[in-house]
Each structure stands twice: as structure tokens, then as C-alpha cells.
């Protein structure tokens, strides 16, 4: 059972990182559980999501909008690293749960659909580009889903996976949030870098799937009975 829940995660170099390790431990001793973790991933996605959105209803580089750009990058990455621990108090902690599975994709979707459709509200963006990113990881997730329902396991290869869509949105945020306006085209109504960065999520998502697709489809023609 343990190779097997091995085998369904994530392969994530950080998981083996001190900091996260001692940090998931003084979590499961506090009696924190996993899926209280997984909402509050939910809750920083939401949050960062919000942020994005709010930076076409501020001044063009105030304060206020690069507040709004840098606190949506902080969000995105605590999503993760809520996403990261919420797996390690469950099975490092010894506090799975029946409906841990639900916990674990549910608020996944949900963070990931309000980031992307966010961003595409937000200055520099279109809202199209932010829905039709969040439509291509909805369906990136359900391939993996596929794969896991014919028996193929948790194909997690990208290049476009949750962790390189939420890099690429932190990256686009932060350099919105630092960089001098003359290097930030696109304030006035044009596409800039936050649509550059949710092109990138679309095609590379795209290729995610197919990817995928691939890869189970070889899985299940090989497993199919000669």
C-alpha cells in the first residue's frame, strides 16, 4: 500500500527538504489535518486570484497595483506549498482520511481555475486567455484522471503540470510587480506579460495533454489481452 500511494504522488524534490519536513511534523503534531491543509490551498488560490483580477481596477503602477501584483505571486506560492504539506501530514503524518482524496483535487480545481481566470482579468490580459487557460488545466487534471481510472497510474509529466502553470504565473507577477513601467507594455488596454504568460499556460497545457494521452494510450494497448 505504501509503494502504491508512493507511485500516485507527485514526484516533488522539495517533499525531501528539511524546512518542509519539520514543517509538515509540527503541523500533524498540532493536530492540523490534511484536508483543513487543502482548503487553506484553496483559500490562497482564491485569494491570489482576486489580486490578479484587482490590478485592472488600480492606478497603472501605483503602489496599490504592484501590492496587488506581489501578494497574487505570494498566494500562488503558499497555494503550493499548502498543496505540498497537506500530501505530507496525510501519509508522512499518518493522518489519511476516507475522503482525503476529495480534499486533495477538489480545491485543486478550484485554486487553479481561479488563478488562471484572475490573470485573465487582470491589466494586460484578457478574460478569454483566462478562461480558455483554466479550461486547458481543467482538462490536463482529467487526462491524469484517466490515467489513474484505466490502471495507467498518476501520469504527471508535463510540461505544463500545476506546479510549471503557477511558475509561470508567480514569474509574470512579480516582474509586473518590480519591473519599471517602460518594460511593462500593455497598460492601457493592449496584451502585455500576463497574457504572454497565460499563451504559454494554453499551448503548453496542450501539449501536457497530449503528452498524457499518449502515454496511457501506450499503457493500455500494451495491457490489452494478446
Same mark, same amino acid.
Given at each position: 500500500?505504501?509503494?502504491? @500511494?508512493?507511485?500516485?504522488?507527485?514526484?516533488?524534490?522539495? !517533499?525531501?527538504?528539511?524546512?518542509?519536513?519539520?514543517?509538515?511534523?509540527?503541523?500533524?503534531?498540532?493536530?492540523?489535518?490534511?484536508?483543513?491543509?487543502?482548503?487553506?490551498? *484553496?483559500?490562497?488560490?482564491?485569494?491570489?486570484?482576486?489580486?490578479?483580477? #484587482?490590478?485592472?481596477?488600480?492606478?497603472?503602477?501605483?503602489?496599490?497595483?504592484?501590492?496587488?501584483?506581489?501578494?497574487?505571486?505570494?498566494?500562488?506560492?503558499?497555494?503550493?506549498?499548502?498543496?505540498?504539506?497537506?500530501? *505530507?501530514?496525510?501519509? @508522512?503524518?499518518?493522518?489519511?482520511?476516507?475522503?482525503? @482524496?476529495?480534499?486533495? @483535487?477538489?480545491?485543486?480545481?478550484?485554486?487553479?481555475?481561479?488563478?488562471?481566470?484572475?490573470?485573465?482579468?487582470?491589466?494586460?490580459?484578457?478574460?478569454?486567455?483566462?478562461?480558455?487557460?483554466?479550461?486547458?488545466?481543467?482538462?490536463?487534471?482529467?487526462?491524469?484522471?484517466?490515467?489513474?481510472?484505466?490502471?495507467?497510474?498518476?501520469?504527471?509529466?508535463?510540461?505544463?503540470?500545476?506546479?510549471? !502553470? *503557477?511558475?509561470?504565473?508567480? #514569474?509574470?507577477?512579480?516582474?509586473?510587480?518590480?519591473?519599471?513601467?517602460?518594460?511593462?507594455?500593455?497598460?492601457?488596454?493592449?496584451?502585455?506579460? *500576463?497574457?504572454?504568460?497565460?499563451?504559454?499556460?494554453?499551448?503548453?497545457?496542450?501539449?501536457?495533454?497530449?503528452?498524457?494521452?499518449? !502515454?496511457?494510450?501506450?499503457?493500455?494497448?500494451?495491457?490489452?489481452?494478446?
Amino acid at each position: 500500500m505504501a509503494d502504491l @500511494e508512493t507511485s500516485n504522488r507527485r514526484p516533488l524534490a522539495v !517533499r525531501r527538504w528539511t524546512l518542509f519536513e519539520k514543517l509538515a511534523a509540527r503541523i500533524a503534531d498540532a493536530g492540523v489535518t490534511p484536508n483543513a491543509i487543502s482548503v487553506s490551498s *484553496m483559500v490562497f488560490g482564491c485569494g491570489a486570484g482576486a489580486c490578479l483580477a #484587482l490590478t485592472s481596477r488600480t492606478d497603472a503602477f501605483s503602489a496599490g497595483q504592484r501590492a496587488c501584483w506581489l501578494a497574487a505571486a505570494a498566494l500562488v506560492q503558499l497555494r503550493l506549498i499548502a498543496n505540498l504539506l497537506d500530501g *505530507m501530514v496525510a501519509i @508522512e503524518g499518518g493522518k489519511k482520511s476516507a475522503v482525503g @482524496e476529495l480534499y486533495n @483535487e477538489v480545491p485543486d480545481r478550484v485554486s487553479d481555475t481561479a488563478i488562471l481566470v484572475g490573470a485573465g482579468y487582470a491589466v494586460g490580459a484578457s478574460p478569454w486567455m483566462g478562461y480558455l487557460a483554466a479550461v486547458v488545466a481543467l482538462f490536463v487534471a482529467y487526462v491524469r484522471a484517466i490515467g489513474a481510472g484505466v490502471g495507467a497510474g498518476q501520469v504527471f509529466v508535463g510540461p505544463m503540470a500545476k506546479q510549471q !502553470r *503557477m511558475a509561470v504565473v508567480t #514569474l509574470a507577477a512579480v516582474l509586473l510587480g518590480v519591473l519599471p513601467a517602460a518594460w511593462t507594455p500593455a497598460h492601457d488596454g493592449g496584451h502585455g506579460v *500576463m497574457a504572454l504568460a497565460l499563451l504559454l499556460i494554453v499551448v503548453g497545457g496542450v501539449v501536457t495533454a497530449v503528452r498524457r494521452l499518449r !502515454r496511457i494510450a501506450s499503457f493500455m494497448k500494451q495491457s490489452e489481452p494478446s
